[in-house]
Nanobody, 125 residues
Framework: QVQLVESGGGLVQAGGSLRLSCAAS????????MGWFRQAPGKEREFVAA????????YYAYFVKGRFTISRDNAKNTMYLQMNSLKPEDTAVYYC??????????????????WGQGTQVTVSS
């Protein structure tokens, strides 16, 4: 069983930055690709970014490319999402997730097996 705990959310003004963290339990963290998703009120969950097991490959949703950076530190069992140039439309609950099975980075939520509880990000205009 893998447990994921997100942190780092909060309230920030438009144009500001936040760094989210996702801490994972278990000794097999480095074996899995991981991703970030978000869900705004009244909207469906959407993919944000994914990262390969060793961090060598990344994949971004078009609406965050150039503003957000996904990274991981396998020695610390932690994944990060650096969010810059935040916009009010980035307001959402952000979730991290683990993909144990697929061989390529995926944006499909159903490919991810374990999910964190989420952290709220609110961007004011």
């Amino acid at each position: 069983q893998v447990q994921l705990v997100e942190s780092g959310g909060g309230l920030v003004q438009a144009g500001g930055s936040l760094r989210l963290s996702c801490a994972a339990s278990g000794r097999t963290f480095s074996s899995y690709a991981m991703g970030w998703f978000r869900q705004a009120p009244g909207k469906e969950r959407e993919f944000v970014a994914a990262i390969s097991r060793n961090g060598g490959s990344t994949y971004y949703a078009y609406f965050v490319k150039g503003r957000f950076t996904i990274s991981r530190d396998n020695a610390k069992n932690t994944m990060y999402l650096q969010m810059n140039s935040l916009k009010p439309e980035d307001t959402a609950v952000y979730y991290c997730a683990i993909d144990r099975a697929t061989s390529t980075l995926t944006s499909r939520g159903y490919d991810y097996d374990y999910w964190g509880q989420g952290t709220q990000v609110t961007v004011s205009s």
